[in-house]
């Protein structure tokens, strides 16, 4: 079993189903953390219809669908903040995926991505109590940086420098 790594509509069915999958989880993950029960249903509904993904569409971003033996498996995205900084964001792997790779080779695909982008930088954030993704951002190579945003739930931030980005013009 092997994985595939495309670029894909951010509103394709299976975008859109990951999506669902990792807002809820991290939601969850959050309100049980902080508030000892999950996600209120409505509101959950409201912030995935919320936050379709439009930015993660070209020219000025990409999101990534990974397969893992065929199926839709895990999402990285990427968008320009300027002309020389991306944003990873929504790297997720389905849980009966994780363990198998996918992580790492979603980011790496982001990287690139962002690179065709003309990014020089790619920077992201998370939460403390996502310890299983600053432990994967480090081991590849980010550095845990200041804020570059004000988004409510970050807690850290990460950065890396993109070798390989050539310009022309």
Known sequence: MTWTIAPEPYDCPAAAA?????????????YLLHEGHRTDPAELERQIAATTGADLAPPG?????GRYDGRPAGSAGV?????????????????QARGRGGAALLVAAAEEAARALGARRIVLDTRGDL??????????????????????YAEHWFRKELAGVSRTG
């Open 18 to 30: 990951l999506w669902r999958a990792y807002y809820t989880e991290v939601s969850d993950r959050w």
């Open 61 to 65: 971003g990409r999101l990534l669908v």
């Open 79 to 95: 968008r320009l903040l300027d002309a020389d900084t991306a944003e990873l964001t929504r790297v997720f792997v389905l849980p």
């Open 131 to 152: 310890v299983e993704a600053r432990a994967l951002y480090a081991r590849l190579g980010y550095t845990e940086t200041g804020p570059h945003n004000t988004d409510r």
